[in-house]
């Protein structure tokens, strides 16, 4: 998986596991080559145990309310995943950059994308643009990629769910005016 300027691909499969988490060490390796992540090495359950650790510290910054409590966060995932950029070419997918030493475990190699993907992403776009979902019931996490960095809701469906909602605390039913009676 390449780090597009923004963190875009790498924070939507940080806010996938997260809102879905791994059960098994297999389902962690097939939903991260799904999202386009090279994995090289088998998978083990302390890399499942490695990216539930990950996780834990990056719903964290999620949740931070202060840009600078959110920066904290995430400045300490950088420096405990703290690894030097270099140019690699691995799998024939074209030079690119890697933020991590080479042959790493996949556990590993989450908790630097994660934390690097997120900073690139919250540099790139905005302080406030990782969140949970604005609709009470629903704590799903999502990256805002959206043009005007003003997204809310983690899907459609809750958009509209919450419309309906304001909309029928805006015009309660009175009595059977509704049915004509």
């Known amino acids: 998986m390449h780090l597009n300027p ?6 939507s499969l940080a806010a996938d596991l997260a809102n879905r988490r791994p059960a098994t060490a297999a389902e962690l390796a097939d939903r991260c080559r799904a999202a386009g992540l ?3 090495r088998p998978v083990t359950p ?5 990216t539930q650790d990950a996780l834990d510290a990056w719903e964290k910054v999620v949740d931070a309310t202060e840009e600078d409590e959110r920066a904290e966060l995430l400045n300490r995932m950088l420096a405990a995943s703290a690894a030097y950029p270099r140019l690699t070419d691995h799998a024939g997918s074209g030079w690119h950059l890697h933020y991590r030493d080479d042959r790493q475990p996949l556990g590993a190699l989450l908790f630097q994308l994660i934390s ?3 900073a690139l992403h919250l540099a790139g776009r905005g302080m406030h643009r990782l969140r949970r979902c604005a609709v009470t019931e629903c704590a799903t996490i999502f990256a805002d990629t959206s043009r005007t960095g003003r997204q809310r809701y ?3 469906r809750c958009a509209n769910r919450d419309a309906v909602r304001r909309h029928r605390a805006r015009h309660p039913q009175r009595g059977g005016e509704r049915h004509g009676l």
């Open 116 to 118: 690097v993907g997120t």
């Open 154 to 156: 983690c899907s459609q």
């Open 6 to 11: 923004y963190g875009e691909e790498v924070v």
């Open 38 to 40: 090279v994995v090289e």
């Open 46 to 50: 302390e890399d499942l145990e490695r």
